[in-house]
């Protein structure tokens, strides 16, 4: 059945937005997403920051064949979605087992300087946090 998470990166205007998927890499996105952002470079760029994001999960990939994809629109049956928005330079965590309740959320600089977040567990949620 697999372990299906996606990254949306949210540019925060023109309703601009680009989904990556994993089909098996939940439990591993956060790391992955981690990685990208340690770099500290186009986290205002919604366009560029994707192509890094792409790369750092590609990097992680156990086949060339399967596993991610790329889309605009969300496929709605997700373990775990992660939202990058680019405009607030915030990052937040939404699971479906928690019928989509976000969980975590930070700056990405926040979440770059802390340790990677359980995808279970208590969590504080960002104030004025745009709406999906």
């Known amino acids: 059945m697999g372990h299906r998470a996606m990254v949306k990166i949210h540019t925060g205007y023109r309703v601009s937005e680009v989904h990556l998927y994993t089909h098996d890499l939940s439990y ?3 790391l992955i997403i981690k990685s990208a952002l340690k ?3 186009r986290w205002s760029d919604g366009m560029y920051l994707a192509r890094i994001v792409f790369e750092e999960m590609l990097k992680s990939a156990d086949s060339e064949e399967l596993g991610f ?3 605009t629109e969300d496929p709605g049956d997700l373990d775990l979605l992660i939202v990058l928005n680019t405009a607030a330079r915030k990052i937040s965590f939404y699971e479906r087992s928690l019928k989509g309740k976000k969980i975590h959320c930070d ?3 926040g979440f ?3 340790p990677i977040p359980k995808i279970q567990g208590e969590w504080y949620f960002c104030e004025g946090e745009p709406s999906l």
């Open 69 to 71: 994809g790329i889309s």
């Open 107 to 109: 700056s990405f600089e």
């Open 112 to 114: 770059v300087m802390s």
């Open 39 to 41: 770099k500290r470079i």
């Open 28 to 30: 591993k996105l956060p």
